[in-house]
């Protein structure tokens, strides 16, 4: 296993939140008559574990990568029976063995990123009637960010002196999504700052393509600099998980939408934004588009297009 994947998973197994939200998760679950568990996208194999403490009779790991083997050793190690691996991805599997409970951990720090939407529709056929599927539904949000700490760091094409013009490579990273630990003090300072703009149900027929926005009504002058985006998910009734910057920290972080240049505020001023995307487009695999619009005395002042497939340069 390549060392840097192996890292990957030591971060995911450090993340005490995740795990105490996954197996509160499970003790639900189990606790009301589950018995049969499908683990998807395995990993090193704790959910399992966590699974077979809390009384599951049976738990199948399917994961197609090389780390399946190291959860076979660990789960030699621990004494832990009862498990059944199989190296192959979920979507691969032809005729899988129902179960009562579907887990799955499969998200990025943009929550679509890692193919949850594919994986979880198809996640029912793993299924036995009236089982349940953990998570089950997911709610992304949005903030307008006001700290101009990210956009220094973008903007330093600038700082490349020498008589050079990098601006048009300023551009190409402005149509691009980045990984922040973004703080509350980031974020605009006013009680309507966070806002849903996607909420969904893992159902077999969710669509990949997500669509929504938020508005908001600067209550200060101020620059707004880009804005802010994290997820929410619901594991079992009354159980989430959630990487927002004021929830305790993961081993995720949010995700920073910038803008090419700030949008200059006024107190009364309407900032809108406008979210598109669509998993499995693009040369990432999802295609991201946001559109940002500020309004003044009912008029648009000024309105940003930004779209991650101008984002790669090859």
Do not use: K, M
């Given at each position: 296993m390549p060392p840097v994947l192996i890292d990957f998973h030591r971060r995911m197994l450090a993340d005490r939140v995740r795990h105490d939200a996954y197996r509160a998760a499970l003790a639900y679950h189990l606790g009301?008559?589950?018995?049969?568990?499908?683990?998807?996208?395995?990993?090193?194999?704790?959910?399992?574990?966590?699974?077979?403490?809390?009384?599951?009779?049976?738990?199948?790991?399917?994961?197609?990568?090389?780390?399946?083997g190291l959860a076979e050793a660990i789960a030699a190690?621990?004494?832990?029976?009862?498990?059944?691996?199989?190296?192959?991805?979920?979507?691969?599997?032809e005729d899988p063995v129902a179960v009562d409970l579907v887990v799955a951990e499969v998200f990025g720090n943009f929550a679509l990123e890692e193919g949850v939407l594919d994986t979880l529709a198809d996640a029912h056929r793993f299924l036995k009637p009236g089982g349940a599927l953990c998570p089950a539904?997911?709610?992304?949000?949005?903030?307008?960010?006001?700290?101009?700490?990210?956009?220094?760091?973008?903007?330093?094409?600038?700082?490349v002196g020498h008589g050079l013009d990098l601006g048009d490579a300023h551009a190409v990273g402005c149509d691009n999504m980045y990984v922040y630990a973004i703080e509350p003090g980031d974020l605009l300072a006013q009680p309507d700052a966070v806002q849903r703009w996607d909420a969904?149900?893992?159902?077999p027929t969710v669509s990949g393509q997500r669509v929504g926005g938020a508005s908001w009504r600067l209550a200060a002058d101020g620059a707004v600099q880009g804005f802010a985006l994290w997820w929410e998910a619901l594991l079992a009734p009354g159980i989430?998980?959630?990487?927002?910057?004021?929830?305790?920290?993961?081993?995720?972080?949010?995700?920073?939408?910038?803008?090419?240049?700030?949008l200059a505020g006024r107190v009364g001023d309407e900032v809108a934004i406008a979210i598109e995307c669509e998993v499995?487009?693009?040369?990432a695999g999802?295609?991201?588009?946001?559109?940002?619009?500020?309004?003044?005395?009912?008029?648009?002042?000024?309105?940003?297009?930004?779209?991650?497939?101008?984002?790669?340069?090859?």
């Open positions: 009301r008559g589950a018995r049969s568990v499908a683990d998807i996208g395995a990993g090193t194999g704790v959910l399992s574990f966590f699974a077979r403490e809390l009384g599951a009779q049976e738990c199948w790991l399917y994961e197609p990568g090389a780390v399946l190690r621990n004494g832990i029976d009862g498990l059944r691996f199989v190296p192959l991805h979920s979507l691969a599997v539904a997911l709610q992304q949000f949005v903030a307008p960010v006001a700290s101009d700490r990210f956009a220094r760091e973008l903007g330093s094409w600038s700082a969904l149900e893992f159902t989430t998980l959630s990487t927002s910057p004021s929830a305790p920290r993961t081993h995720w972080d949010q995700v920073y939408l910038p803008l090419a240049r700030p499995g487009g693009g040369e999802i295609a991201v588009r946001w559109r940002v619009d500020q309004r003044r005395g009912g008029a648009t002042i000024d309105a940003r297009d930004h779209d991650i497939a101008r984002g790669f340069v090859d």
